[in-house]
């Protein structure tokens, strides 16, 4: 199977907290894509990092990419009770197109 | 602002008929990608369409599964003769380029085959 693992599977943490979520994939990419997914609803593109590209910020999101280990992680730091999702990663895999291979997805819990 | 849309948003089928899900790109999209998901997983790639042309189709099952995109129109997944594991959530997601970073996915459709 191509698909590639996160974990957690699922997290738990309170208002203010940072929570971090590790991806990894199988084959060289294009680059990587983290989405969010709100229950029972579509997805939510948060933040892209390219291949050349080690580590990218947007807003309370940062994220790393380490190609020699085939693994990113997202951070998000201060989370609020909207963050609670689930939360994917997407490699777009070097096809010409932009074929994305989705990880199985983090749970994040946000209590207030 | 219309993203992409995609109906029905529920679908209930018995086993042995077919299912038609839609899919309208957001507008100017000319690229189509259809995904399923299963139950607490993540998204698995089925086909990828371009106006009038299946350009890769390598995550459709074999049998009873195809998709078009029309030159007018939305684009269509079409499944015959449903059986229970075809159950899930069917997502589109479109692009204004081949190559473009981001893909805008549309709210889902979801499948159950009673």
């Known amino acids: 199977s191509q698909q590639g693992e996160e974990d957690p599977q699922a997290l738990s943490i309170q208002e203010g907290e940072n929570a971090t979520m590790n991806c990894s994939y199988k084959?060289?990419?294009?680059?990587l894509q983290w989405y969010r997914q709100n229950s029972g609803r579509g997805l939510v593109h948060l933040i892209l990092i390219r291949s050349n590209e080690r580590e990218k910020h947007s807003g309370r999101l940062r994220v790393t990419l380490d190609t020699s280990k085939k693994s990113s992680s997202l951070l998000i730091t201060a989370s609020r009770a909207a963050d609670t999702a689930s939360y994917f990663c997407a490699a777009a895999m070097n096809t010409g197109f932009q074929k994305l291979v989705f990880g199985t997805g983090t749970r994040l819990l946000v209590s207030p | 602002n219309a993203g992409v849309m995609q109906n029905p948003r529920h679908l209930v089928r018995r086993r042995g008929q077919e299912a038609r899900l839609r899919c309208s790109p957001v507008k100017g999209h000319s690229h189509v990608y259809w995904y399923r998901q299963l139950p607490e997983e993540g998204l698995k790639f089925m086909v990828y369409?371009?106006?009038?042309?299946?350009?890769?189709e390598s995550g459709m099952p074999k049998e009873r599964f195809s998709a078009e995109f029309p030159k007018e129109g939305p684009s269509i997944l079409r499944i015959q003769q449903v059986v229970r594991g075809d159950s899930a959530a069917y997502f589109c997601a479109s692009s204004l380029y081949w190559d473009t970073n981001e893909q805008f996915f549309g709210p889902g459709t979801r499948l159950t085959v009673l």
């Open positions: 369409l371009q106006k009038e042309n299946i350009i890769d």
């Open positions: 084959t060289s990419i294009n680059n």
